[in-house]
Structure formats: C-alpha cells, structure tokens
C-alpha cells in the first residue's frame, strides 16, 4: 500500500484540520497516512473523527518549524521537527511521499538537501493547478528557483508535461512561456533561450502567453520563473476576497442590491470554490528523488484531503519514473532537448 | 495655455474614441489640444462634437503605426505616423505633453529616440494607477524596462513618490518593492540591492510587499520590473471578465441567482467602474524630457479625456521639474541615494 507522511503540525490551521483531512483521505483512499508531529496533540485530535483500522499511524516529532522561520537554518538546527522529520522517513523510503502545510521554503530546503533531486533534473520546481475557464492549467514554477537557467525552465516544461498527463489526464497538453508578448523576440535573455529550446522539443509548445491568458485556460501548461509565479500566485489568491470586499461595499449601500446579494449567495461560493485552487489539491514539488506534495498554509480539512489524494496519485502514475526516463534521453549536459515523441 | 498632442490614430477604437475624449477634454479643461492625424478622418469625427472655439487643432499625420508592428524599426521607417508627429512636436517644444492610446512599444521607442530622457534619468518607467481597496496605488514599472538595475529601480521610487504626491495627492505616500517575501533578504539580487538604497534614502519606505497586497493598498507606490509588472498589469486587465464569466456560468443555470443578477446589476456595474484603472486615466511613461501618457489600447472616450486631464496635472504641477531637481541632488553615478528630506 502507498505510504504518505503528512506533516501534521504545518499550517495556519494544525494539527486539527491537517488530522481531520488525513482521517477523510484514510477513509476515501487506500493509502496509509502517518501523520508527523506531537503524538499528544495528533491522538488529541484523532478521536474526533472515525477511521479504518490499520490506515492511519503517528510517527512523534516534538518540534515545529514555523510559518516566517529561516527555511535553511531551521531544517539545520532543527532535527526533530516535523517537516525535518517527514522527509527524513521520504529518504529513507519508509514512507513513498509527503504532504506539507507548512513553511513552503523549509519543505522546498528540506527536500533539496535530505532527498536529492531525481537523475539529470537540475533544479526542482513548484507547480500548482489553477482552475480556468477551460479546467485546470499547471503553472510552474511559482517560488522554488527565483533565478532560473533556460535548461531548468525547460526541464520544469518537461516534468509539468508528464504531470498533466498523469494528474490532469490531458493527452498531449499544450505548453507556453509567460511572457510580456507573443512574439518569439519577447522578453529577457533566459526567455528567448528557453523558447528556442521549447520549439525544438517533441512537447506540444505553443509559444509565448501573456498575463491575460492565466484565467482563459487557452495553455494546459505555463512555465515561468519562481518570482513571476510567486507574484501571481498571490495575486490569485487575493482576488477572491478583493472582489468579495468590493461588491460588499457597493451592496450595503442599496436595498435592492442586497436583496440581489441575498439570492446570488449561493453562486458566490460555487464560484468562490470554482476558483480556489487551494482546494484542488497540492501543488507538487516536481523534480525530488520521492513525491512531494506542498499544500497552502491555510489548508482545511478538505485541502489537506485533495493533497493526499494528488500524493497518492503522483505515486501511482509512477510520474516521477516518467521524469527520469524522459530527462535520461536528453544527454547530460546538453542543452539540446532531444525528448523523443510519444 | 498648455499644449497636448493627441494621438488621433493610436488605438483600437481611433480616430472615434480618441476625438470624442479630446472633445470632452477641451469642454472639460483649460487645454489647448492638437490632434495629430489624417485630417480628413479627424474633421469627419470633429463634426459629431460641440467644442468651444480655440481649444482643439488638427495636425496632419498620414501614416500610422499598427498595434502589432516592430516598434523601433516602425518609429525609424514612418516619419509620418500621427504617434511619430505626435514625439516630433514635443522634441520641438511645440506641446508640452503627448498623449498616445497607439502600440506601447512604439510611443516608448519614439519618446526615448526622438525626445531623450531627463537629465539624471537612467531609464523611463511606466507607471499605472491602481485602483485597490484604500484608494490609488502607484506601479512602476509596468514594461518600459524587463531588466532594470537596481539605480533604475531607485530611479522609479523617487519619480513615482513625486508623480504620486503631485497627482495623487498623497503627502508622504508609503514605497514598497514588489518581492517574493516581506523579508530584506528576499529575492534576487537586484532587488536586494534595491532594497538597501530604498532603505538608505528619505522616502517613506516600508519594504517588501507581496502579490497579495496588490489590491490592499497597503502601499501607495510599488517598485517592480517592467517584466513582473507588465504580466501582473495583464493579469488584473483580465480579472473583472473572467469573474463576470464564472459569474455567468453558474447564474444561468439557476433561477434564483439570475434574480439576484438581475437585481445586481447596478452594482456589478460600479464595481467594473471601481476596479477598471484604464478609466482611470492614461499611464505616464516618467522621466521623459516632455510629459508623456500611454492610455490602453481599448480607451474609449472618457479615458482619453482623462489621460488628457493626467497630462495636463502633469505638466502643470512640473513633474518634470521636481524629478530633475530631485534626482541633481544624487551625484551622478553615485548610487548612494542622498535626496534631501522634504
């Protein structure tokens, strides 16, 4: 059975969410869940909820990282923390993948530095699944690698192809660079390279996309580098409450808009979960020797449920053999992306 | 009297939406304005508008510059482009500000070959007025420079700061940097850098902000590369269609919330009105040697007439003159940033 260790005490709302979401994914997934943490607190939290024998274990950790801590020296110093420990159990193969709420730049360090990046990836990428008007497009890398070289943004192309398929089972998603136009003379230095080597490659690439085609859906896949992606990430997540706060205001001045408001209440939360990509699940940390799912640090039950079951995906669709069969046929050290075609 | 050339042909909507803004715009305020174009297609549109006598002039431009075209190469080649005539008459002083809704790169190009930078000015900057939760906040840069220095990055704090108390009437508006973490030791090393000077100079600076504080308003001026800030400038430019088609979809498949739409409607409107920056007036392209103000591409009338109203405040509070002045206090190519304290 696919073993996944969920760091229970990462995240705004541990342990008690990070429990509930693991106690749900026990029950709906035939996976087993060691939940990571403070032994006390986690069985505090276990009782709560009602679970198949034999699906969920603890495994204690009796420290925490927190949410504004240095990623690199915490990990360092800090041995017995439940992040340090979670990937610990991921190198040592104990456990096939990882789940994380917590401090995004800990996970990212913890996994860099105990588990290694699988054979000829250079540098490991986030990726998360945006909902669109045309379903979900993967966007990576949103914070991993700020500075990227053109062979780590095509390597991110490569790894959020094999993603797609896997996860979102598209056949033969469509890839695109953000960019800040649609011509291929567009942008910096980095970005021209890496569309060279996209046009070359057996993926479906589609050229250079702009901020405005985030929402539309028109690529199944957009590559940029970890600081466009952070910032739109967050961008993205403001936007729901930023349009909320807006029509509020507007509405308590008028009567009849508030009557409006009062009927299109519940649409608002269908859209509300229409757009949260927080809900859909993790965003994985693609490239590490072991599957690596990082869930937002507002995570609820249902999240931290939707991460698992992207964990357990992951590893059943093997997707992480897919990357280092599909990076080996590129020579190492080449630039040049000979992927064969499917 | 003032002087603004108006692009007459630049835009999706030209020579219709830009004379009918420049009608208003000459009812509205005490500027002399000259549209620049083919004349007979101008007179045409002038015939649909009552103007009081004395404020609106034709100046006869025949070619024109398409949205899509190469903008330097399209600057060098069409002498005659109304956005070419448009630069000319400002290099000659013959206006004080021009105001083009046409292909950005073109009115940049065409700025910076045909009238030059300020004295002391490294490199130009475009910079929008965001609508967000607390009032304007000034972004800087929105695509002039996708690979500024930190001196530039600097440069666009102190122009946005006086842009900002000018036009915005902020007396000592917040200045922040757009990074990946609120942290002094986030980002790249352009924006490390960046960050120390800021910290160093009189402004008010408050730090690192992140996507998420976009819409807040936490801050009155954000510092952020041309690359990062064109991609976020596209992403907002496309939030209110697609909220309004997730919106759409759900309301349309239920009878209660097509009431409550119904009822919202006036609302919805406003809140268009509230987030839409592009009427919010045209986005001045800061240290040129002459006042100079991109409005969108789809402007329609009243954006036009308020790009004209922003290049007239522009003029009129001297700007220009305060940039110079301020930016002579930092010795030339000393990157330490000594500007006095107000």
Known sequence: MIKIAVD????????????????QAANDFDYEIILVGREAA????????????????????ND???????PVAAIKSKKDASVTVCFDLLKKKEVDAVVTAGNTGAAVAAATLKVGLLSNVKRAGIAISLPTLKGLTLIIDVGANIDPKPEHLFQYAIMGDIFARSLHKKKRPTVSLLNIGEEETKGTEVLKETYKMLRESSLNFIGNVEGRDLFSGRSDIIICDGFVGNVLLKIVESIADTVREVMHRRISSNFLAKLGALCLRPVLADVKRDTDYT????????????????????S????IRNAIKVAGSTVENDVNGLITRELSVLRPGSTAPAVEEE
Chains 1, 2 share one sequence.
């Open 8 to 23: 229970a005490m990462g995240g705004d709302f541990a342990p008690e969410m990070i429990v509930a979401g693991a106690c």
């Open 42 to 61: 986690i069985k505090r939290e276990l009782h709560r909820h009602k679970v198949l024998g034999g699906k969920i274990f603890i495994h204690n950790a």
């Open 64 to 70: 925490v990282i927190g949410m504004d801590e240095s």
């Open 279 to 298: 809900e859909a699940g993790g965003a994985p940390l693609l490239g590490i020797d072991g599957v690596v799912i990082i869930s937002h640090g507002g």
């Open 300 to 303: 609820n039950d249902k999240a």
